[in-house]
């Protein structure tokens, strides 16, 4: 990029001394004093400053078509890249409320089988207790199961773009 603007610097430059040329000659009335000879130079001398003006607009013309061609890949690489950073956001809010779950139901379960140890020590056994530290057990290892699979999509959602890329 640094390059297309140096040439661009330099483009612009030499229009600019071929067109003080140029407006030299009109103002002299189409001649121009010659540094070697110390005469005028010829109609020929102006076709080929003509000509090389024209080449420099043509370079220029191509340098700002490719400057346009860069530009719209950049904006499109930055739009998939907005695209990507949006959808893993998402992903990453998920993964964020499936963990704040999980650690919910471990808390749960922390509770319970503090109930039930402070029962066991009492020497009451009750079922109710048993059967709520079961079931919260099984609500935290549901919960732990949700957010592994989340995981495993996520892990895949990434790999697949690659294996296509490979195959």
Avoid: W
């Avoid at 061609?69 to 998939?80: C, N, P, S, W």
């Amino acid at each position: 990029m640094n390059d297309i603007a140096e040439l661009e610097r330099r483009i612009t430059l030499a229009l600019e001394r071929i067109g003080a040329g140029l407006d030299m000659l009109a103002t002299t009335g189409g001649t121009m004093p010659d540094a070697e000879t110390g005469g005028t130079e010829s109609r020929a001398r102006i076709s080929e400053l003509e000509e090389a003006l024209e080449v420099e607009r043509s370079t220029n013309a191509q340098l700002t078509e490719r400057v346009r061609a860069i530009r719209e890949k950049q904006e499109t690489m930055v739009g998939a890249l907005e695209k990507k950073v949006a959808r893993l956001t998402q992903q990453a809010d998920g993964a964020m409320l499936e963990m704040q779950r999980l650690i919910g139901h471990n808390e749960d379960l922390s509770d319970a089988n503090r109930a039930l140890r402070l029962a066991m020590a009492e020497g009451v056994a009750e079922p109710e207790l048993i059967n709520h530290a079961m079931m919260t057990e099984l609500d935290a290892l549901r919960a732990a199961r949700a957010a592994d699979l989340a995981e495993m999509d996520d892990i895949l959602s990434e790999l697949k773009p690659l294996i296509g890329e490979v195959a």
